[in-house]
């Protein structure tokens, strides 16, 4: 009788044992994925689109618009007209370099495009994981840009400018203080986006991807990647910004899980 109650103890005492240490084990895994969350969520004060698993409609041309109209309050997408930084070449005279908002974004015959100013960008959402699909059309030469994980200054840009007679570089930059960090900057093979093309621009397990049409313009790991703004914008050189208008838009988030 005397061991069956040793036993039971023993029982009893491992099971409670395991109770405790499988609560503290939930509780962790619950204060770590709150912790994650947080990480993930844009500051308080943002205005604009989270992307979320389901596809979200930034922007879809009508073809019954005509004029120019400027963004209204409704709009997904919004002009930064604050947004200074310095990109991988200052000074350059076709190259990504100081950036200064001095434009806006609007509505013209239903694209979304650049409408004032030669230096101008909008926002597109705050996102961890994403892939961005849509039609952009471009037009001409001069320069444009993207930014990924744009918060407080860092994150990092994509940058693209059309020469007249020697090609049309790509350069990815990471940035921090609003100043691209020169030994990151990549150029990658030339590629000339003529025309309306389809495109998609992903950022998968800190990998970030370009495929336009039917061609992969770049892969490339940004091994500081942080969720943060999703930006495009035109920037001035001597050609004078990129002509380029959206036909259509869109954002979703995307999880590592396989």
């Not at 090609?167 to 590629?191: C, L, N, Q, Y």
């Amino acid at each position: 009788m005397y061991r069956y109650q040793c036993l039971s103890f023993i029982v009893l005492h491992s099971l409670a044992q395991l109770v405790i240490a499988q609560s503290e084990t939930v509780q962790v895994e619950s204060t770590e994925a709150a912790n994650a969350q947080v990480d993930h969520d844009p500051p308080e004060d943002f205005s604009g689109v989270i992307a979320e698993k389901k596809w979200s409609v930034l922007h879809l041309r009508n073809t019954r618009s005509r004029g120019t109209q400027k963004l209204s309050d409704a709009a997904k997408v919004m002009s930064l007209k604050d947004l200074i930084f310095a990109g991988p070449k200052p000074g350059h005279p076709f190259v990504l370099g100081n950036f200064d908002a001095d434009g806006e974004w609007g509505l013209s015959n239903g694209y979304l495009l650049p409408t004032s100013g030669k230096n101008s960008a909008i926002q597109i959402c705050w996102a961890d994981q994403f892939e961005i699909e849509g039609i952009i059309e471009h037009a001409q030469f001069g320069g444009w840009f993207m930014l990924v994980g744009w918060d407080a200054g860092h994150g990092y840009s994509i940058s693209n400018v059309k020469f007249k007679t020697s090609g049309s570089p790509w350069f990815v930059s990471e940035m921090r203080g609003a100043k691209s960090i020169e030994e990151t900057t990549i150029e990658f093979d030339h590629f000339n986006w003529k025309g309306s093309q389809p495109f998609k621009l992903s950022v998968k397990e800190k990998t970030l991807s370009l495929v336009v049409g039917r061609t992969e313009v770049f892969t490339t790991p940004l091994e500081n990647y942080k969720p943060g703004k999703v930006v495009i914008g035109v920037y001035d050189t001597e050609y004078g910004p990129k002509p380029i208008r959206v036909q259509s838009l869109r954002v979703r988030a995307i999880s590592d899980k396989k």
